[in-house]
């Protein structure tokens, strides 16, 4: 019985400079600015427990070309307990930090094992025994756009074939088209494994063969918002397990919240209370975009000034909590009130929209893809006619706040 274990991390973009939180207070702003380090920590720690037989990083170790001295440091450190503990890493670097950058060279422990800029073959032996062929490249320069995976070419004599590339899967275009290539191509090499990077969003291309982007470890803006970490894999011989790892000290949020029952401002600072508390994540701390939905203050003050009250009382509450929810940015929206007769004065147009809504009678073809999906439809039970309004009216009026917002 073939046994293998290895961690796949990606994007720990070290010393990343944390735009725009400056303003924070001291202690929370330190904190923020050393959370990719204590990400990386909980990598190397994890590693250390599990007794992995190997680490791999998929590129973008650290955020700039220059690499910080204390960045390349604090990393050496956690390579050094890892040479502790006989465990090998291996290392593509990304178009964050290319080998063409310009940094002070700080050598790394012999348990390091970086790929060059051509595509490569490197052989690892297991303590057990079990032979393991790795693939990869590092960005020579910041842009690389050629199909790198026209040369990955799998070479007899492994148990097991792992490919490592920073790049983007072709039809993703909310990055750049890094060293493209499509799941049809990594399946074709008959790899193993294929460990990916350079994507901050945490996805599993294909579970046979395993094609994961384990996302970043550390968010850094409310654009990475959400869980962060790494993958734990193991193979049993041909049988893989993934078990993602969460990483981050800091996690980013969206929360929406109805505040229509809110009449007074204790009664919208209370339920801001109640939503934070809810939240709270033990020993981490958390940033929030707090949206307050149909706020409808019987108060004579403006909307602008009851936010900068309420932010400000919600945030010294949180100064000295090790476990903070931290709001930084509040949205008040007010509770929209519909006057069909006065919207269709105001344009054709909503004459005909809501002509259009009273007389759908097609609900049930509009939700056929759930009603035919093998899981949604285990589910769901046909719609009857008060549910069938209830859904058109909804639909009625998010149309007419996404036309009021545009």
């Not at 990955?152 to 039809?171: C, F, P, R, T, W």
Request: aromatic fraction near 10%; include cysteine.
């Amino acid at each position: 019985m073939k046994k293998i274990s290895f961690i796949h991390a990606a994007d720990l973009h070290l010393d990343s400079p944390m735009v725009g939180l400056k303003h924070l207070p001291a202690n929370i702003y330190n904190r923020v600015k050393e959370s990719t380090f204590t990400s990386l920590k909980k990598l190397s720690e994890t590693a250390i427990e599990r007794k992995v037989d190997f680490v791999i990083i998929a590129g973008d170790l650290f955020d700039g070309e220059d690499r910080s001295l204390r960045a390349q440091s604090l990393f050496r450190k956690e390579m050094l307990k890892l040479n502790e503990n006989k465990i090998p890493v291996y290392i593509v670097h990304g178009n964050h930090d290319h080998l063409n950058g310009s940094w002070v060279h700080l050598d790394m422990p012999e348990n390091v094992h970086v790929f060059s800029s051509k595509v490569e073959t490197k052989k690892l032996q297991t303590k057990s025994g079990e032979v393991i062929h790795l693939y990869g490249f590092s960005y020579g320069t910041r842009h690389v756009f050629e199909r790198k995976i026209d040369e990955y070419q799998k070479v007899d004599g492994a148990d097991y074939h792992i490919g490592i590339l920073h790049g983007n899967e072709s039809s993703g275009t909310e990055h750049d088209n890094y060293a493209p290539f499509t799941v049809k191509e990594l399946d074709e090499k008959n790899f193993d494994y294929w460990a990916l990077g350079h994507i901050h969003k945490r996805a599993e291309l294909s579970l046979n063969p395993p094609i994961i982007y384990p996302g970043n470890i550390q968010g850094r803006n409310k654009k990475e918002s959400g869980s962060k970490g790494f993958y734990h894999v193991s193979f049993i011989d041909s049988d893989a397990k993934i078990d993602y790892v969460e990483a981050s000290d800091i996690i980013w949020e969206d929360v929406t919240v109805n505040a229509a029952k809110a009449v007074s401002f204790d009664d919208l600072y209370h339920l801001c209370l109640k939503v934070i508390n809810r939240i709270r994540k033990e020993c981490k701390g958390t940033f929030i975009t707090l949206i307050l939905k149909d706020t409808q203050l019987a108060d004579v003050r403006g909307q602008s000034s009851i936010k900068s009250d309420l932010l400000e009382l919600l945030l010294e509450d949180e100064k000295d909590e090790e476990s903070f929810v931290w709001v930084s940015d509040l949205k008040l929206t007010e509770k929209l009130t519909i006057d069909k007769e006065k919207l269709i004065t105001e344009a054709n147009f909503y004459g005909e929209l809501f002509e259009t809504i009273n007389h759908y009678v097609q609900v049930e073809k509009a939700l056929m893809p759930l009603f035919e999906h093998p899981i949604g439809r285990k589910y769901l039970h046909p719609l009857s006619v008060t549910e069938k309004d209830e859904l058109l009216e909804k639909a009625e009026k998010l149309l007419i706040e996404l036309l009021y917002q545009a």
